[in-house]
C-alpha cells in the first residue's frame, strides 16, 4: 500500500471542487479507458453537480469514462434510497453515455445474486478473474465514512470485510440506517485503484475521523489504496490534532 495523506479545505464548497480536479485531474492524466468508483451516501452530491458545470463538463472526456457504484443498497433503481439514483440525477444523465454507466442492478431475487452479477461485469470490464497490482482496476474510489467506522457497505465486525475472495459480496442487514440489505465491493477491490478518495465534512464526523485518523482498527481504516489514499476534510469535520 501507498502514501495516505489528508488534505483540509475550508468547507463542503471547496471540500467538492478540490474532489472534482482531483478526478478530472486523474482522467486526463490517463490517455485511456478509464474508471471510477463512486460512493454512495449525501456527501459526494456537490461534486456530482459540480461535474455536471460547464467547468468541469467541457475538461472531462466523457466517452472514456465509465462509473461505477462502491456499495448499493438493495432497493429499486428508482427508489429515493438507491446510490445510484442520486449519482444519475446529479450529473451522469446529462453527461454520461448510459453505457458507460455501470449501476448495480437491484432487480435481481436478492441481494446475493445481484453481488454475483456485479462481479461478473467487473470483472468481464477489467478483463481477468485476478486482480493485478500493476493494473488497478479503478483510477479513483470515492469513499465515504460513517458513524460506526464503515466505508461503501462495509461495516464493523461483519464477515465481509474479511472477504478476500470475491469482488463484490452481499449485507444482508445494514449496521446503519437505512436498514436494508446492501451490496458492496469488497476491501481488496477498492484497493485496486490508482487514488482512493474519502470525502468527509461536518462537525458530526469529527469524533469518527479522530478515531480512523488515530489508525483504530475499522473498516475505513483498513481501506487503503494500493496507491494514493487521500482524506479530504473540511474545517468542522477536521480532528484537533490535524488543526494548525
Ligand atoms: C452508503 C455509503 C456509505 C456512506 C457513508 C457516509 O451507501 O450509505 O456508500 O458508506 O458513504 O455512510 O454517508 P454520508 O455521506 O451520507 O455521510
Same mark, same amino acid.
Given at each position: 500500500?501507498? #502514501?495516505?495523506?489528508? &488534505?483540509?479545505?475550508s468547507d463542503p464548497a471547496a471540500?467538492?471542487?478540490?474532489?472534482?480536479?482531483?478526478?478530472?485531474?486523474?482522467?486526463?492524466?490517463?490517455?485511456?479507458?478509464?474508471?471510477?468508483?463512486?460512493?454512495?451516501?449525501? $456527501?459526494?452530491? #456537490?461534486?456530482?453537480?459540480?461535474?455536471?458545470?460547464?467547468? =468541469?463538463?467541457?475538461? &472531462?472526456?466523457?466517452?472514456?469514462?465509465?462509473?461505477?457504484?462502491?456499495? +448499493?443498497?438493495?432497493?429499486?433503481?428508482?427508489?429515493?434510497?438507491?446510490?445510484?439514483?442520486?449519482?444519475?440525477?446529479?450529473?451522469?444523465?446529462?453527461?454520461?453515455?448510459?453505457?458507460?454507466?455501470?449501476?448495480?442492478?437491484?432487480?435481481?431475487?436478492?441481494?446475493?445474486?445481484?453481488?454475483?452479477? =456485479?462481479?461478473?461485469?467487473?470483472?468481464?470490464? =477489467?478483463?481477468?478473474?485476478?486482480?493485478?497490482?500493476?493494473?488497478?482496476?479503478?483510477?479513483?474510489?470515492?469513499?465515504?465514512?460513517?458513524?460506526?467506522?464503515?466505508?461503501?457497505?462495509? *461495516?464493523?465486525?461483519?464477515?465481509?470485510?474479511? +472477504?478476500? #475472495?470475491?469482488?463484490?459480496?452481499?449485507?444482508?442487514?445494514?449496521?446503519?440506517?437505512?436498514?436494508?440489505?446492501?451490496?458492496?465491493?469488497?476491501?481488496?477491490?477498492?484497493?485496486?485503484?490508482?487514488?482512493?478518495?474519502?470525502?468527509? $465534512?461536518?462537525?458530526?464526523?469529527?469524533?469518527?475521523?479522530?478515531?480512523?485518523?488515530?489508525?483504530?482498527?475499522?473498516?475505513?481504516?483498513?481501506?487503503?489504496? #494500493?496507491?494514493?489514499?487521500?482524506?479530504?476534510?473540511d474545517?468542522?469535520?477536521?480532528? +484537533?490534532? *490535524?488543526?494548525?
Open positions: 500500500t501507498g #502514501q495516505t495523506s489528508v &488534505i483540509a479545505v471540500l467538492a471542487k478540490a474532489a472534482a480536479d482531483r478526478i478530472t485531474a486523474r482522467i486526463v492524466a490517463n490517455g485511456g479507458r478509464v474508471a471510477i468508483c463512486m460512493s454512495g451516501g449525501s $456527501s459526494p452530491k #456537490q461534486l456530482f453537480e459540480l461535474l455536471a458545470t460547464d467547468t =468541469y463538463r467541457s475538461r &472531462i472526456p466523457w466517452d472514456r469514462v465509465h462509473w461505477f457504484i462502491g456499495d +448499493e443498497r438493495f432497493v429499486p433503481a428508482d427508489n429515493p434510497l438507491n446510490n445510484m439514483r442520486m449519482a444519475r440525477q446529479a450529473f451522469l444523465d446529462k453527461c454520461a453515455p448510459p453505457a458507460n454507466v455501470h449501476p448495480i442492478l437491484t432487480d435481481t431475487a436478492d441481494a446475493e445474486e445481484a453481488a454475483r452479477r =456485479y462481479e461478473s461485469e467487473l470483472k468481464s470490464f =477489467y478483463g481477468a478473474d485476478r486482480l493485478d497490482s500493476t493494473r488497478p482496476l479503478f483510477d479513483v474510489v470515492l469513499l465515504g465514512v460513517g458513524p460506526d467506522g464503515h466505508t461503501a457497505s462495509l *461495516f464493523p465486525e461483519y464477515p465481509a470485510v474479511e +472477504e478476500t #475472495q470475491r469482488w463484490v459480496i452481499e449485507v444482508p442487514k445494514a449496521h446503519v440506517e437505512p436498514f436494508v440489505p446492501r451490496v458492496t465491493l469488497t476491501l481488496p477491490t477498492l484497493a485496486s485503484c490508482r487514488e482512493m478518495m474519502f470525502e468527509a $465534512s461536518g462537525a458530526g464526523k469529527r469524533a469518527i475521523l479522530t478515531r480512523v485518523l488515530d489508525g483504530e482498527d475499522m473498516p475505513a481504516t483498513r481501506a487503503r489504496s #494500493q496507491g494514493e489514499t487521500v482524506w479530504l476534510l474545517k468542522a469535520a477536521l480532528p +484537533e490534532n *490535524f488543526r494548525a
